[in-house]
């Protein structure tokens, strides 16, 4: 099972929904060190002709033309270069927060004898945007940013390099967290269900048979009158 197998429907000692009889079962207040999100915003654009040049490619002997097979991010961290975090003076607690997102791609590729290749690049997106940035504290807060980027298209530019021109479906949230000791009320601890193995299941309807035939008197009562006994010879009457 897991949290969420139907054998495991109705467990009070693991996540669900609660209603307002739930929090009744509210045992104690836990202090737990989690990263709190301060504030986070997002963006999602779509970028065109973003020109890349791969790198670690993987194969040689390429005979170009080369053709775009796919390409998407290979991690959902990005790294944040040349953060700069600037106070305004007009919006207390806010800041204008200026940074590069550099997003880690793969790029898959074919060449004319339908040779795969795959290679890596780096997508650098500039953002400029006003978030609420706590004051300093003995803890301090940073900035990180969650990433994803998918390919919808591309063209390879010929020469020595593997160089290609891609439109990126891309989505960047900017966080600004801390790492804290955070009161919350708490139902105890969790109860880990064992793990359901996959299985055909091919016995399930053999196993829900009754282990042994079952009797007259437990065959439920047919609503329906019975029929008249009728007598060999006797033919059916009928109504005038």
Do not use: W
């Not at 099972?1 to 104690?28: A, H, T, V, W």
């Amino acid at each position: 099972m897991s949290f969420y197998s139907q054998q495991n429907q109705g467990n009070e000692r693991c996540p669900s929904l609660i209603g307002f009889d739930g929090l009744k079962r509210i045992k104690e207040r836990v202090c737990i060190q989690v990263n709190k999100v301060y504030d986070a915003c997002l963006q999602q654009e779509v970028l065109e002709n973003v020109r890349v040049n791969l790198t670690h490619v993987k194969g040689s002997g390429f005979e170009p033309p080369l053709t775009l097979v796919s390409c998407r991010s290979t991690s959902v961290t990005g790294k944040l270069v040349g953060t700069v975090i600037q106070r305004l003076e007009d919006r207390p607690n806010f800041a204008r927060v200026r940074t590069k997102v550099e997003i880690p791609i793969e790029v898959v590729f074919e060449d004319a004898r339908r040779k795969q290749g795959v290679g890596r690049a780096v997508i650098t997106i500039p953002k400029d945007v006003i978030m609420f940035v706590p004051d300093e504290s003995v803890i301090p807060f940073q900035l990180e940013s969650v990433v994803n980027a998918i390919c919808v298209s591309g063209m390879f530019i010929p020469g020595d390099a593997f160089r290609f021109d891609l439109d990126v479906c891309i989505t960047i949230i900017l966080k600004i967290i801390a790492k804290v000791e955070l009161l919350i009320p708490a139902f105890g601890f969790c109860e880990i269900p064992p793990c359901e193995e996959f299985a055909a299941n091919v016995c399930d309807e053999f196993f829900r048979l009754p282990l042994f035939p079952p009797q007259l008197e437990d065959m439920p009562l047919d609503p329906r009158p019975s029929p008249r006994p009728r007598l060999l010879g006797q033919e059916d009457e009928v109504e005038e």
